[in-house]
């Protein structure tokens, strides 16, 4: 009987082969491409701003929200929902729909060069305002809001497809809830709002809905930069900035990858565009990449 | 839990879960679902991308600044529903931009609110912006001058606390009376009013500065009202 209990159920093939089947990884778009995201990962995008952060997020939205085709015209989408938490307050819906009707008249025009049956052109109205359909968009005003909607969230979603949950700026009341946290309670049962308690129930929540749904996670963080000049890096000539962390233990441990994008100075690669570049912290990687952003999206340095 | 930032910050899945095993936990249960319904209607509510493209359209209009070259440069004006930043540095012209601004947005389209930090709002020079946009000559200008300075409702504001005290009572008067409507917010210049708060290991200058900027985020997007706040900046000679 105990020998029954260690004997081995399958292989490290078949466990693998049957994860990848019963949870496909996401390949994201560039600059997100080089690590793939499976169900259940938190990503953090974090940078100064700006630095084309909540445009990485529109990219991926757009990717997800797009069928994979429809009458007979391939769009490459995910057809997942998205909700995006908007803690910023400054998203542009114009802009999303924008991005949307560009993929869908691109991905239409592809098709009828290569030679199909002339579709109507109602039929791109309808994609579109079936995909718009699929963004979900609410804003916060407070962490007081943040916490409401998280709380909600769990009994309001029924699906059982994949959803992609957008979080622009999770450090946006970072420095309200610093500032002005709760007078401490005489009874000692009760806890004290602040910044590190509201982190603690945030990540509980969304640990919650991941239990019961499917979901990946996009973060947004602004950081700010400090240039740290020490003794040894004026030796070896030019200083080096880095980021200072602010947000709680219980975030940082939470996060499960994180890229971190900042503006560049160069713009010879891209013609006159501001360029930004894309660097993986979690996994660390060795490579950065380039991109740029124009009217129809993210330019990647491979695509220009 | 005594209230609903204690019910937000603890587990409701243990309460729930503890409701069940009690034998007469209807009552709970019910009390669970009622708060519930009331925790939804705390945050604004999810809406999915046509609706907010709709109301985009139908409520968040650009207001012309009067210049053509402003208006080609902001792609159309002013937007509701957003806060638009002058930056420069000093006399650039931003105190200017706003006269104008105010102007033309009183004579042709409703209600500015005007907050001035720097006592440099000057009827005499809306008198002289107001008479070259109607392009009538200045003797029967005053009508429609009337109307102008009546629709410009000016306030002198010296530090956060009173900016922070405007606006809330001018959301309060927005929600409550049904008549009142304002399209346009200026604030000249808010630099003057943030900068003497931060600095320092003082947290609560930069949470202060945080929630004027959400505050105003809030009244432009709720109330469809175009916010526009003037910044001083210094250019660096390196």
Redesign the interface.
């Known amino acids: 009987m105990a020998r029954a209990w260690i004997n081995a159920n399958e292989s490290a093939k078949q466990m693998l082969s049957r994860v990848l089947k019963e949870r496909p990884l996401l390949h994201l778009p560039p600059p997100l491409h080089r690590i793939p995201l499976g169900v259940n990962s938190i990503l953090e995008i974090a940078g100064p701003s700006p630095s084309a952060k909540t445009e990485i997020l529109l990219q991926v939205a757009v990717n997800c929200i797009l069928p994979k085709n429809r009458n007979g015209v391939q769009y490459g989408g995910l057809e997942h929902s998205v909700?995006f938490l908007d803690l910023d307050?400054?998203l542009?819906?114009?802009r999303?729909?924008q991005l949307l009707k560009l993929r869908i008249t691109d991905a239409n025009t592809l098709h009828k060069t290569e030679g199909s049956s002339n579709q109507p052109e109602c039929d791109e109205t309808y994609v579109f305002?079936e995909?718009?359909?699929?963004?979900?968009?609410?804003?916060?005003?407070?962490s007081?809001?943040?916490?409401?909607?998280l709380?909600?969230l769990n009994?309001?979603l029924t699906s059982n497809s994949v959803h992609i949950l957008m979080i622009d700026n999770i450090g946006a009341?970072h420095?309200?809830d610093?500032?002005?946290s709760?007078l401490p309670q005489g009874n000692p049962s009760?806890?004290n709002?602040g910044a590190q308690?509201?982190f603690e129930?945030v990540v509980?929540e969304i640990k919650?809905l991941l239990e019961l749904h499917s979901m990946i996670v996009l973060a947004t963080k602004t950081v700010t930069y400090q240039v740290k000049s020490s003794y040894s890096t004026r030796v070896s000539g030019g200083l080096k900035s880095t980021y200072r962390e602010y947000m709680p233990l219980t975030w940082q441990s939470f996060v499960t990858r994180r890229i971190l994008v900042r503006p560049l100075d160069d713009k010879r690669k891209f013609g006159d565009r501001v360029c930004y570049s894309a660097e993986w912290l979690l996994p660390a990687l060795s490579i950065t990449d380039e991109f740029a952003v124009c009217d129809t999206g993210i330019l990647d340095s491979l695509r220009v | 839990l005594s209230t609903v930032e204690d019910f937000l910050v603890h587990d409701v899945h243990k309460l729930v879960a503890s409701a069940e095993q009690l034998s007469n936990s209807d009552g709970l249960k019910q009390g669970i679902n009622q708060l519930l319904s009331i925790v939804e209607t705390c945050h604004q509510p999810w809406m999915n991308g046509l609706v907010l493209l709709e109301d985009r359209e139908q409520n968040k209009h650009c207001l012309s600044t009067g210049c053509k070259s402003l208006d080609v440069l902001l792609q159309g004006g002013l937007r509701e529903g957003h806060v638009t930043e002058l930056v420069g540095p000093s006399s650039s012209g931003k105190t200017q931009v706003c006269f104008q601004v105010a102007s033309n947005v009183a004579m042709k389209l409703g209600g500015v609110v005007y907050l001035d930090s720097g006592n440099s709002f000057s009827p005499t020079r809306i008198k002289q912006i107001v008479t070259r946009i109607s392009g009538s000559a200045e003797n029967q200008v005053n009508g429609i001058l009337q109307q102008a300075l009546r629709n410009i409702e000016c306030h002198a504001v010296f530090d956060i606390y009173a900016l922070l005290n405007v606006l809330h009572q001018l959301q309060l008067n927005l929600e409550s009376q049904a008549g009142y409507k304002v399209r346009l917010i200026i604030i000249d210049s808010i630099s003057s009013l943030i900068a003497p708060i931060l600095g320092g290991n003082n947290a609560q200058g930069h949470a202060l500065m945080v929630s004027v900027g959400y505050l105003l985020k809030k009244l432009a997007d709720r109330q469809n009202i175009a916010v526009v706040v003037s910044n001083l900046i210094f250019y660096s000679c390196w």
């Open positions: 909700l307050c400054r542009d819906i114009y999303l729909s305002n995909c718009m359909r699929r963004f979900l968009y609410t804003r916060c005003y407070d007081f809001e943040f916490l409401s909607a709380k909600v009994h309001k009341f420095s309200i610093r500032g002005f709760s009760r806890k709002i308690s509201v129930t509980q919650k």
